[in-house]
C-alpha cells in the first residue's frame, strides 16, 4: 500500500499564477482533505471532498479550488497566488466514519510564491 | 472558534527520560476524538496516538499515553524512555464536524544523547 502520495513535493510560482496540487488517497479510503501549514504553524483546514463534492470548507478565499475525481484522487487549485500563499499543503484521505476515523496524511507540496 | 491551544513551542529532554506535552482545546461537543500527530523533518504526519472523549480510560501506544482531563479541557502527551527518533513537532488535533481536524501550534521536541 502506498499510503497518501502527494505531487509534485516542491514548486515555485510566480506571484498572479495558478497552481495545481495532486493527491492520490490511501487504497479504501473515500474522504480526501486539505490542509495549509505555514512556517511554523499548525495545519489549518481549507477543505474536505466525499462522494466528489465538496464537503466542508474552512476560512479559505474563492481563489482556492478543488476537485474529487471518481477514484476518490483529489485536486487543490489557487488562482491569483499571493505571496502568503506560501506554505506547505497538505493532503489527508480517511474512511467516511464519522468521528471514529483516522486520517493518513500525505508528505505534502511546498508552495513557494516569488 | 473552538481551538487547540498547544502552550509550549519548545521542549527539551534527555534521551531515555519521561517528557509531558500540554494541550488544552475549547469545544461545545459531548463526543469527540482528540489526537496527538508527529511531524518528523520528512514533513509527513504520523498519528502518535487518539482519545474518544467519552472513554474514561486514558489511551497509551507503547511508549506513548495521555493524562485526559475531559472537565479541565485538556489532553496532554506523555512519552517515556525518550529516544533519539522521537525528535519532532508535536500537534494536539481535535475532530471538528465531519472529520475536520482542528490543530494547536505544535510542539517542537528536541531529544538531548
Known amino acids: 500500500d502506498a499510503g497518501v502520495t502527494q505531487s509534485p513535493t516542491h514548486l515555485i510560482k510566480t506571484r498572479g499564477q495558478q497552481v495545481t496540487l495532486r493527491c492520490s488517497p490511501k487504497?479504501?479510503?473515500?474522504?480526501v482533505s486539505w490542509y495549509q501549514q505555514a512556517l511554523g504553524q499548525g495545519p489549518q483546514f481549507i477543505f474536505q471532498?466525499?462522494?466528489?463534492?465538496?464537503?466542508q470548507r474552512g476560512n479559505f478565499p474563492d481563489r482556492f479550488s478543488g476537485h474529487q475525481f471518481p477514484n476518490y484522487s483529489s485536486e487543490l487549485n489557487v488562482n491569483a497566488l499571493l505571496l502568503g500563499d506560501s506554505a506547505l499543503y497538505l493532503c489527508?484521505?480517511?474512511?467516511?466514519?464519522?468521528?471514529?476515523?483516522?486520517?493518513?496524511f500525505g508528505q505534502g507540496t511546498r508552495l513557494t510564491v516569488v | 472558534a473552538q481551538t487547540v491551544t498547544q502552550s509550549q513551542p519548545e521542549m527539551s529532554v534527555q534521551e531515555a527520560e519521561t517528557v509531558t506535552l500540554s494541550c488544552t482545546y475549547d469545544t461545545s461537543e459531548s463526543d469527540y476524538y482528540l489526537f496527538w500527530y508527529k511531524q518528523p523533518p520528512s514533513r509527513q504526519m504520523i498519528l502518535v496516538i487518539r482519545q474518544e472523549a467519552y472513554k474514561q480510560q486514558n489511551a497509551t501506544e507503547n511508549r506513548f499515553s495521555v493524562n485526559f482531563q475531559k472537565a479541565a479541557k485538556s489532553f496532554s502527551l506523555k512519552i517515556s524512555d525518550s529516544q533519539l527518533g522521537d525528535a519532532a513537532m508535536y500537534f494536539c488535533a481535535r475532530i471538528q464536524g465531519a472529520q475536520k481536524l482542528v490543530f494547536g501550534q505544535g510542539t517542537r521536541l528536541t531529544i538531548n544523547p
Open positions: 489527508a484521505s480517511s474512511k467516511d466514519r464519522g468521528l471514529n476515523t483516522e486520517a493518513f
Open positions: 487504497s479504501g479510503h473515500d474522504t
Open positions: 471532498y466525499y462522494e466528489e463534492e465538496e464537503r
